[in-house]
């Protein structure tokens, strides 16, 4: 089912100057140990292995894929939750690759996080307002008694009644508790929140309701985002740029009405033929691909293009020994393919 959100058409972003968020072959592997007394490392599992991104200001960056492909890794390393293995993280022109201490803690009040769950990311011990207070606390960017009235201030924003200041998480519903993550990311005022999958626990009505929320929070505050997300009917609607993620690596991006209408790499293709269509015209042309076999192990992942045992115009032996390279297929479209779709009844018509 899709999600139909009440928004305005989405602004043009200037991508002329310099990006808010700049990240060059980022790689995250994570050791795979043996032993109990001494451990060594046996292999690594490769996460994020080589990824490129700039994120500019203002603009919401859709992230798909399929699970385990890396999208939360890639979340979690550029908010600095992980260190990276490998490459560079730039935020506002200042590298943050490696900072910690005062620096980190400095930077966090720019970037922001709402989780995938809401039940999981609020602390059951804690009332809302001491939750969603809790960044003043830390931060002491209001004084200690004006911070209620900030809460509450904060909570009537995210459509939470301030009078439920005292209660606890578990007296409010999925959506509610969503909203309460909202209003935590959003009390510093940060520049950057990265949605991890933020509507993925919620029923589809609630998903348009907290969809519309961070519109209308997107337009007030001049927020970036960056939304990770299964459902390609959601990213189609928030998204500015979409980026598709396999098996670790980012495999095609492009502006969201680009990627949809005309997919060049076919695992994007792929993804795009599942979803349903209304219209019975429109499902009657379009073509369905059906992938064979599971994801490979990102411990041990193909040679090669990392797709190419599962696609459909792979051809032996450049696909299993070349690398391919995110290189322009149209003005602001790049793909990871050595043999592109050129299909256009692939693409999304919904």
């Given amino acids: 089912m ?6 305005s058409s989405r602004p043009q972003i200037n991508r002329e100057g310099e ?37 500019y200001p203002g603009e919401t960056v859709g992230l798909v894929g399929e699970t385990g492909c890396g999208k939360s890794t890639l979340a979690r390393v550029i908010m600095r939750l992980y260190d990276a293995t490998e490459g560079s993280i730039m935020f506002q022109g200042n590298d943050i690759t490696h900072i910690h201490g005062r620096e980190l803690r400095d930077m966090r009040r720019d970037m922001q996080m709402i989780f995938q769950d809401p039940y999981a ?5 804690k009332t809302v307002g001491s939750i969603i ?6 931060h002491k960017t209001v004084p200690k008694n004006k911070v209620k009235g900030e809460v509450q201030e904060l909570m009537a924003r995210v ?5 439920h200041y005292n209660r606890y998480p578990h007296e409010f519903s999925g959506g509610q508790r969503q909203r309460i993550g909202v209003a935590r990311a959003l009390a510093l005022r940060p520049k950057v929140i990265v949605c991890d999958e ?19 929070l997107q337009r007030e505050f001049n927020l970036t985002y960056l939304f990770i997300a299964h459902d390609l009917s959601v990213v189609k609607h928030v998204s500015d740029r979409v980026a598709v993620m396999y098996l670790g690596k980012i495999v095609e991006m492009a502006d969201s009405e ?3 209408k005309t997919p060049k790499h076919p695992y994007t293709g792929a993804l795009l033929s599942a979803v349903p269509v209304a219209d019975p015209r429109s499902a009657a042309t379009k073509k369905r691909i059906i992938l064979q076999g599971d994801v490979p192990s990102p411990i041990n992942p193909p040679s090669g293009c990392r797709f190419h045992p599962r696609c459909p115009k792979a051809q ?8 391919p390279e995110l290189e322009p297929q149209h003005p602001g479209q790049l793909a990871a393919c050595h043999f592109p779709l050129d299909d256009p009844s692939i693409g999304a018509s919904n």
Avoid at 121 to 125: A, D, E, K
Avoid at 133 to 138: A, I, K, M, R, W
Avoid at 316 to 323: R, S, V, Y
């Fill in 121 to 125: 990311s609020l602390n059951p011990r």
């Fill in 198 to 216: 933020p509507v993925s626990a919620l029923d589809v009505s609630i998903q348009a309701q907290i969809l519309n929320l961070l519109e209308d």
């Fill in 258 to 260: 680009t990627l949809y």
């Fill in 19 to 55: 990006p808010l968020i700049s990240i060059k072959g980022v790689t995250k592997y994570f050791p795979i140990t043996r032993g109990i007394l001494i451990q060594h490392k046996v292999g690594a599992v490769h996460a994020v292995d080589g990824v490129d991104l700039d994120i």
């Fill in 159 to 163: 459509g939470l009644n301030p009078e």
């Fill in 2 to 7: 899709s999600v139909q959100t009440t928004g």
């Fill in 316 to 323: 032996l032996p450049k696909c299993a020994t070349d690398d």
């Fill in 133 to 138: 207070g809790e960044p003043y606390q830390l």
